[in-house]
């Protein structure tokens, strides 16, 4: 295997013990910071080559986000990393229990294009911080991304530690052949079956960050100018390249008719009247992508946009009204800058809709009532949820971000990634003496001994009293 050498030469630092100390975690997270900084019109250039993506939106994304991770690890990690003392029974009253938070290993993080820098730092900033030797796999869609994060991320970090893998899908297939302690994997759900069932061969777990269809319910009882603008933003920020982008719309006829005008003044604010002169919108990453959204303008009727531009992979800001659940923008993720409107009669046949298909990684709900609010989240599953807007959940990093079902396995963000990539290791050291503590569970057994066994060990629950 190619790549058997470099997982072994990783392995070898990590049993050395290097990793261990909190202050070499600091020092190689204090090397990633530099490489934000230094390295910021870099990132900037390279994801704009890549995919027009604006410069406002990169550093937002890119830079000031990963930069608030690292923050907030550096500022938690050495309470993140002390042992976490916990309840004791009666037995171990005289005992030390507590859980260790152990490092993984050798763990793999494979990298999507939409976010090139995000989606594989965050991750790498929490196995860091957890103590892990890791291989890094950009996507080789976006190449100048992909040959930045190569040449120099080696220069920031510790080669014996750290390794970036260019790959495409045959080399990646032999990568995954290797065993590794943890691997976590962001894309979209064929290539995660793909994944989980590489790392099943050597029962390595997994974090999956998968796609899906985020629905998007709008109440007849909403400020409609607020709701487009929050919608509009959602949907073609990274030109509708985000996997948490509300990808249609459930609403009224009635609320379809009040929101077609209101998107459409939202998107010439935005944009102006030709959004492809804009500098604050982006294309498409590639030509397979760009044909595949483009087959999707054929679903109900474009009310706004639709305008394409194979050459510059250009699809503009689009709004498909009369949307059937049988047309194609509805049969998989759009990942573009369409946005379908379904109509539905109200908000339980919306519920049902969204229930009725598989869970999506966010879900979004509009209302000047809360209790609307409150009904969709409590009616419907999905890995996360925002209520009055959209995307912006995935901000705060004390919120766990992560799909369910078919929209991923597992969670991270802030301490969820330093507790993703960390291995909560029960741990019970007992006094060497008092031996006469332990005759009870000593054969030769009898009715007494359970009796008391029974009274040391077993757990009551609260407000019951035991009659005598």
């Given at each position: 295997n190619p790549y058997a050498g470099l997982v072994s030469h990783l392995r070898a630092a990590w049993l050395s013990g290097k990793m261990r100390p909190m202050e070499y975690r600091v020092a190689q997270l204090e090397a990633l910071g530099r490489f934000l900084d230094e390295k910021k019109?870099?990132?900037?250039?390279a994801t704009a080559l890549d995919m027009g993506k604006p410069s406002f939106e990169a550093y937002f994304t890119e830079i000031l986000l990963c930069k608030n991770e690292l923050n907030s690890t550096l500022n938690n990690?050495?309470?993140?990393?002390?042992d976490e003392h916990v309840d004791k029974n009666l037995v171990t009253q005289l005992d030390c229990a507590f859980i260790r938070k152990d490092p993984y290993g050798v763990v793999l993080i494979i990298a999507p294009w939409n976010y090139p820098i995000h989606l594989f730092l965050v991750p790498l900033i929490g196995a860091i911080a957890a103590g892990n030797c890791v291989v890094v796999k950009p996507s080789e869609?976006?190449?100048?991304?992909?040959?930045?994060?190569?040449?120099?991320?080696?220069?920031?970090?510790?080669?014996?530690?750290?390794a970036v893998v260019t790959a495409g899908v045959q080399e990646t297939t032999r990568l995954l052949e290797n065993k590794f302690d943890y691997i976590f994997f962001t894309g979209i759900p064929s290539v995660g079956r793909i994944v989980m069932t590489a790392a099943a061969k050597h029962l390595t777990p997994v974090t999956l960050e998968l796609g899906g269809k985020n629905p998007c319910y709008v109440s007849d009882t909403c400020d409609v100018q607020n709701v487009a603008r929050r919608v509009a933003w959602g949907r073609f920020f990274n030109a509708g390249q985000t996997c948490i982008a509300p990808d249609y719309v459930l609403c009224t006829v009635e609320m379809q008719e009040k929101l077609m005008p209101a998107l459409r003044e939202a998107i010439t604010e935005f944009f102006g009247s030709n959004p492809r002169e804009s500098p604050d919108f982006g294309r498409i990453v590639g030509d397979k992508q760009f044909r595949r959204i483009r087959a999707l303008l054929c679903s109900g009727r474009v009310a706004i946009g639709g305008q394409t531009d194979e050459k510059e992979r250009y699809i503009a800001p689009t709004v498909l009204a009369d949307v059937l659940p049988s047309?194609?923008?509805?049969?998989?993720?759009?990942?573009?800058?369409?946005?379908?409107?379904?109509?539905?009669?109200?908000?339980?046949?919306?519920?049902?809709?969204?229930?009725?298909?598989?869970?999506?990684?966010a879900i979004y709900a509009f209302s000047c009532d809360s209790k609307v609010v409150n009904q969709v989240l409590e009616r419907t599953s999905s890995g996360g949820f925002c209520g009055n807007d959209t995307l912006m959940h995935v901000t705060l990093t004390s919120l766990p971000f992560g799909g369910?079902?078919?929209?991923?396995?597992?969670?991270y963000h802030g301490k969820f990634t330093f507790d993703t990539f960390t291995h909560h290791r029960g741990c019970l050291h007992r006094n060497m003496g008092l031996e006469a503590l332990n005759a009870l569970r000593y054969p030769p057994y009898s009715q007494q001994k359970l009796g008391l066994l029974t009274a040391t060990f077993e757990i009551k629950r609260k407000g019951m009293c035991t009659l005598l």
């Amino acid at each position: 295997n190619p790549y058997a050498g470099l997982v072994s030469h990783l392995r070898a630092a990590w049993l050395s013990g290097k990793m261990r100390p909190m202050e070499y975690r600091v020092a190689q997270l204090e090397a990633l910071g530099r490489f934000l900084d230094e390295k910021k019109q870099d990132i900037l250039e390279a994801t704009a080559l890549d995919m027009g993506k604006p410069s406002f939106e990169a550093y937002f994304t890119e830079i000031l986000l990963c930069k608030n991770e690292l923050n907030s690890t550096l500022n938690n990690l050495c309470h993140w990393m002390k042992d976490e003392h916990v309840d004791k029974n009666l037995v171990t009253q005289l005992d030390c229990a507590f859980i260790r938070k152990d490092p993984y290993g050798v763990v793999l993080i494979i990298a999507p294009w939409n976010y090139p820098i995000h989606l594989f730092l965050v991750p790498l900033i929490g196995a860091i911080a957890a103590g892990n030797c890791v291989v890094v796999k950009p996507s080789e869609t976006t190449k100048n991304s992909e040959r930045l994060i190569a040449e120099m991320l080696t220069c920031y970090l510790d080669n014996d530690c750290f390794a970036v893998v260019t790959a495409g899908v045959q080399e990646t297939t032999r990568l995954l052949e290797n065993k590794f302690d943890y691997i976590f994997f962001t894309g979209i759900p064929s290539v995660g079956r793909i994944v989980m069932t590489a790392a099943a061969k050597h029962l390595t777990p997994v974090t999956l960050e998968l796609g899906g269809k985020n629905p998007c319910y709008v109440s007849d009882t909403c400020d409609v100018q607020n709701v487009a603008r929050r919608v509009a933003w959602g949907r073609f920020f990274n030109a509708g390249q985000t996997c948490i982008a509300p990808d249609y719309v459930l609403c009224t006829v009635e609320m379809q008719e009040k929101l077609m005008p209101a998107l459409r003044e939202a998107i010439t604010e935005f944009f102006g009247s030709n959004p492809r002169e804009s500098p604050d919108f982006g294309r498409i990453v590639g030509d397979k992508q760009f044909r595949r959204i483009r087959a999707l303008l054929c679903s109900g009727r474009v009310a706004i946009g639709g305008q394409t531009d194979e050459k510059e992979r250009y699809i503009a800001p689009t709004v498909l009204a009369d949307v059937l659940p049988s047309d194609p923008a509805m049969q998989e993720e759009i990942f573009g800058p369409i946005l379908p409107i379904v109509v539905v009669a109200n908000m339980d046949e919306a519920i049902d809709f969204i229930n009725a298909r598989p869970r999506p990684l966010a879900i979004y709900a509009f209302s000047c009532d809360s209790k609307v609010v409150n009904q969709v989240l409590e009616r419907t599953s999905s890995g996360g949820f925002c209520g009055n807007d959209t995307l912006m959940h995935v901000t705060l990093t004390s919120l766990p971000f992560g799909g369910i079902g078919n929209s991923g396995l597992g969670k991270y963000h802030g301490k969820f990634t330093f507790d993703t990539f960390t291995h909560h290791r029960g741990c019970l050291h007992r006094n060497m003496g008092l031996e006469a503590l332990n005759a009870l569970r000593y054969p030769p057994y009898s009715q007494q001994k359970l009796g008391l066994l029974t009274a040391t060990f077993e757990i009551k629950r609260k407000g019951m009293c035991t009659l005598l």
